[in-house]
């Protein structure tokens, strides 16, 4: 019935209603003060772009089949669609699955009378925070209104100022670390012209240029790669020189290309192909990928599928998404950018998330849009604790 009369109130703003559908939608309005209020919901929704991003694999009936795990998007900035296409399809499903759980979760707390505890003290969003490390030990905190580090004669910022308190010995190569702390993000230009964006709790370990048959540098956490194409010149010849990025599980070869990996020790390795080509070494196992692959590491395997590479780089474009995510990979994501911790009293939710959100938020609003039926969040200091409030019935309410 619901999903009968969200139709309605979409295509009455988009085509034109029968007159049986005019009274079918009268009728349903005039029932409750409540529907009111969400068909008012429903016409904010399709005048505001500003909605949550159902991507191209947008599955309309499991999303249905998961309604009691959905996203609330009240009052927050979301992503805009990227896929303009079928846009307006995509608007009708995610106001009919949004405004589905508004109604749901109203009814469930109408007869429960269950209301949702969150006791929230604010938690900025991540910034550009980053420092630099030289190979003689001297390490120093990048400018935080800067994003970009460049490597060549000097270490300095696009707007040619200098990086403070670092020295450089140029005639000699030096191994130099770039460390992105949890809660930061940061992106350096290495000396060959490679770009590299380093996410959370991440570090990218490289000389201050290139020598020798082959471009090596080391990563820990997340980087999205942009790899310049090199040469040299050997005995009068031409030859390439490969870009390879070692990390703790893969061995990932390159010669000009775009690619994502992800390190971090709690999770599989996975090295994403946006464009161009390249090879993944796990011990004496090689795999080649094509663009839209993904390889995953884990226990020394190599296995290799079609990925979302939308979803991959998000976080290189500002959002967070969501997409088919399970609870907890979404709060892993947001203790490192927003360097929370995150506990939980009782088991981990069993909820897979739908949309995408711009991590530019403060935390309470994401995790405004992240709550869900049942659950309450406690914030003290950086310990953001997740419990279910079935856990918390009977005590008195504040």
């Known amino acids: 019935m619901q999903e009968h009369i969200y139709s309605l109130i979409i295509k009455e703003q988009t085509e034109y209603l029968s007159e049986e559908e005019v009274k079918a939608l009268d009728g349903w309005l005039q029932e409750e003060v409540e529907h009111q209020k969400v068909y008012k919901q429903v016409i904010t929704l399709l005048d505001d772009c500003n909605l949550v991003v159902l991507y191209e694999s947008i599955d309309v009936d499991k999303a249905w089949g ?29 106001a009919m699955l949004l405004l589905s759980v508004s109604i ?7 007869k429960e009378d ?34 970009i580090l460049i490597i060549g004669d000097e270490i300095k910022y ?29 992106q350096v230009i290495l000396a060959d012209g490679t770009k590299v964006w380093l996410n959370s709790d991440s570090k990218l370990i490289y000389p201050s240029r290139f020598e020798g048959s082959e471009r090596i540098v080391e990563l820990e956490g997340e980087g999205y790669f942009e790899v310049s194409k090199a040469f040299r010149i050997d005995k009068g010849k031409k030859l390439r020189q490969p870009f390879i990025v070692q990390t703790s599980k893969q061995r990932v070869e390159v010669l000009g290309t775009e690619f994502n990996i992800s390190d971090y020790p709690e999770s599989a390795t996975k090295t994403t192909l946006m464009e161009g080509r390249v090879e993944i070494t796990v011990d004496k196992q090689k795999k080649i990928l094509q663009p839209g692959q993904q390889a995953t590491t884990i226990h020394k395997e190599i296995g290799v599928h079609m990925t979302n590479v ?17 609870f907890e990979e979404v709060m892993t994501q947001l203790a490192r950018w927003y360097d929370i911790n995150v506990t939980y009293e009782g088991q981990i939710p069993k909820i897979t998330f739908y949309g995408a959100i711009e991590r530019d938020n ?17 914030l003290n200091n950086k310990q953001l604790t997740i419990y279910h409030n079935s856990d918390k019935e009977g005590k008195p309410k504040k």
Do not use: H, M
């Not at 998961?66 to 499903?93: C, F, G, H, L, Q």
């Not at 995790?367 to 869900?372: A, M, N, P, V, W």
């Open 104 to 110: 749901w979760q109203y009814s469930k707390q109408r």
């Open 158 to 186: 696009p707007d040619g100022s200098q990086v403070q308190g670092v020295s450089v010995n140029n005639s000699i190569v030096q191994n130099l670390q770039l460390v992105v702390p949890r809660g930061g993000t940061y």
């Open 114 to 147: 269950n209301i949702i505890e969150s006791t929230l003290t604010d938690v900025a969003p991540g910034s550009n925070r980053a420092y630099l490390t030289t190979e003689s030990g001297q390490q120093v905190s990048l400018n935080d209104t800067q994003s």
């Open 66 to 94: 998961k309604v009691e795990a959905a996203i609330s998007i009240n009052n927050t900035r979301i992503v805009k669609p990227i896929i303009w296409r079928r846009w307006i399809s995509y608007v009708a499903a995610a």
């Open 362 to 378: 403060k935390l309470s609003t994401v995790l405004t849009l992240l709550e869900t039926n049942n659950l309450g969040y406690k």
């Open 310 to 326: 939308s979803q991959v780089q998000a976080w290189k474009e500002g959002y967070f998404d969501f997409t088919d995510v399970k």
